[in-house]
């Protein structure tokens, strides 16, 4: 999917999971807002690329789902997310508050909080945004 198409937050999450499982790191860069602290980080999109193709490559991204939504406002959106991620034969069940903004050329992702098992133990499908409000560490990245 381009990313100048992505006219909702539902539409950008799926773009960037199906890159994300054919191994698309270009258009999971792409997809990120230019105020987002990743891309402080990776000013570069070749940098990103070599770093996905060394570290991200052997990582199967097995099934996930989008939960729900939180409107913050008009152009700001916040989404739950369940991932089940493999590498050989560990698996990783990790938990997401995506956050998401709207912009001239569409939705893009900001930023988001991550859950692991040893912070939430719960049913995957019963993830909730207060999780993610009451856990210890709000760290967005």
Known sequence: MNMTAVSTPESLVESRMNAFEQGDFGLVYDSYHIESPFLQHFLDKS???TFADQQLGGIVL???KMFGQR???DHTVE???WMQMAE???ELD?????LLLLTKSGWRYHSAQKLTR?????AFDQIDFCHFDQAAEKIRF
């Open 47 to 49: 940098d990103y690329l």
């Open 62 to 64: 097995a099934d996930w």
């Open 71 to 73: 409107q913050i406002n």
């Open 79 to 81: 989404v739950l997310l």
């Open 88 to 90: 050989g034969s560990e």
């Open 94 to 98: 990790l938990f997401e508050m995506a």
């Open 118 to 122: 040893e912070d939430y133990g719960g």
